[in-house]
């Protein structure tokens, strides 16, 4: 359902979101996400430009949330990088078709609650849930990623 690019921003402000005040560099994040470094770039360059995500450089700079992690929903993530659509007109440019038809509709229907769900839930509820490890910010180890690389040959 979700794209990729919003996948990847949801995993890189949480990350960011558990390490609130304490700026990452852009290699930490990719290496804890398991995001694509070329990717992530792409992904904290969206997120800048919707003053989501602000970055310094040299000595002791690295990206960071702008704003508390309470105040930053899941939508807030997704449509600064890749919105949820909704349908207003007939997808097929029917000119008779004034209103939805079912289909369409329901699926509209469909939309809005993923988008009111996605707004019920911050970052901090995310970094705050219980279950003793950090949502999508995992250390991977040597050991790991070697084991991820044989797997894939």
Same mark, same amino acid.
């Given at each position: ?42 992904? /904290? @360059?969206?997120? $800048? ?16 949330? #702008?704003?508390?992690?309470? /105040? ?30 079912? #289909? ?7 939309? &809005? ?11 901090? @509820? ?11 910010? &995992? ?8 084991? $991820?690389? $044989?797997?894939?040959?």
């Amino acid at each position: 359902m979700l794209s990729q690019t919003a996948e990847y921003a949801l995993r890189a402000v949480s990350c960011l979101a558990a390490e609130a005040g304490t700026p990452l560099s852009a290699d930490r994040i990719a290496e804890r996400t398991a995001i694509p470094r070329r990717y992530l770039t792409r992904v /904290l @360059q969206a997120l $800048r430009e919707h003053r989501l995500v602000g970055s310094r450089s040299g000595p002791g700079g690295g990206y960071e949330l #702008l704003e508390p992690p309470g /105040l930053t929903t899941i939508l807030d993530v997704v449509d600064a990088v890749a919105p949820i659509p909704r349908i207003e007109r007939c997808p097929l440019g029917i000119e008779s078709h004034r209103s939805l038809c079912p #289909l369409h509709s329901a699926i509209d229907v469909a939309y &809005e609650k993923i988008r009111s769900a996605f707004a019920e839930v911050t970052l901090a @509820q995310l970094v705050g849930s219980k279950g003793g490890r950090g949502p999508l910010c &995992e250390e991977r180890t040597p050991r790991t990623a070697g084991a $991820r690389l $044989r797997k894939r040959k």
